[in-house]
């Protein structure tokens, strides 16, 4: 069974720092591409990264360009974000979504995490 | 960017009826459009990639069509485990989603 865990999100203040991380586990992790999707509250979904199933390929949100960073470890079968400079408008659920083109990128979102929320505030 | 516009933005009916939703792409994308519903507090979940092909264990009650930039959902007999909100989003280029349809079960 494919499943996805997040975990790192929590409360920061504007201009700070968090890391997500996603441990993956039912699937060879290092076959697929993986991204994150964010949602505010309220609000729809905002695709913010992805990363090419080897890493050698990244791609970013203008919203989030130069602040976040997205990385894996195939060897841990884990997805980061690291997180700098929030600002308010993050403050979202994060979500760890597979992508169903295996190695390459479909932008078929087939699992996704429970999702894990960030709030940034002073 | 590619914008992805979602009509109605909510819709009310009863168990039964037939429910239709469209998606508008800005731009041409061909068949490269996904369907998610997604229901209060979770994750969303694919039903439809490709404009057409149903993910696995989706029931057959959905369906998808559409090319270029028009794109309807339908569900043929709504049933009441099928209020939420549905998204669409293109992955013709970096991804983009629609704003969401609401459904509710009247």
């Known amino acids: 069974e494919v499943q996805l865990l997040e975990s790192g999100g929590g409360l920061v203040k504007p201009g700070g720092s968090l890391r997500l991380s996603c441990a993956a586990s039912g699937f060879t992790f290092s076959d697929f591409s993986m991204n994150w999707v964010r949602q505010a509250p309220g609000k729809g979904l905002e695709w913010v990264s992805s990363i090419y199933s080897s890493g050698s390929d990244i791609y970013y949100a203008d919203s989030v360009k130069g602040r976040f960073t997205i990385s894996r470890d195939n060897a841990q079968n884990s997805l980061y974000l690291q997180m700098n400079s929030l600002r308010a408008d993050d403050t979202a659920v994060y979500y760890c979504?597979?992508?169903?083109?295996?190695?390459?990128?479909?932008?078929?979102?087939?699992?996704w995490g429970q999702g894990t929320p960030v709030i940034v505030s002073s | 960017d590619i914008q992805m516009t979602q009509s109605p933005s909510s819709l009310s009916a009863s168990v039964g009826d037939r429910v239709t939703m469209t998606c508008r792409a800005s731009?041409?994308?061909?068949?490269?459009l996904n369907w998610y519903q997604q229901k209060p507090g979770k994750a969303p979940k694919l039903l439809i990639y490709?404009?057409?092909t149903l993910q696995t264990g989706v029931p057959s009650r959905f369906s998808g069509s559409g090319s270029g930039t028009d794109f309807t959902l339908t569900i043929s007999s709504l049933q009441p485990e099928d209020s939420g909100t549905y998204y669409c989003q293109q992955s013709y280029s970096t991804p983009g989603f629609g704003q969401g349809t609401k459904l509710d079960i009247k």
């Open positions: 490709a404009a057409s």
């Open positions: 731009q041409r994308i061909s068949n490269h």
């Open positions: 979504v597979r992508d169903n083109g295996g190695g390459d990128y479909a932008y078929e979102f087939d699992y």
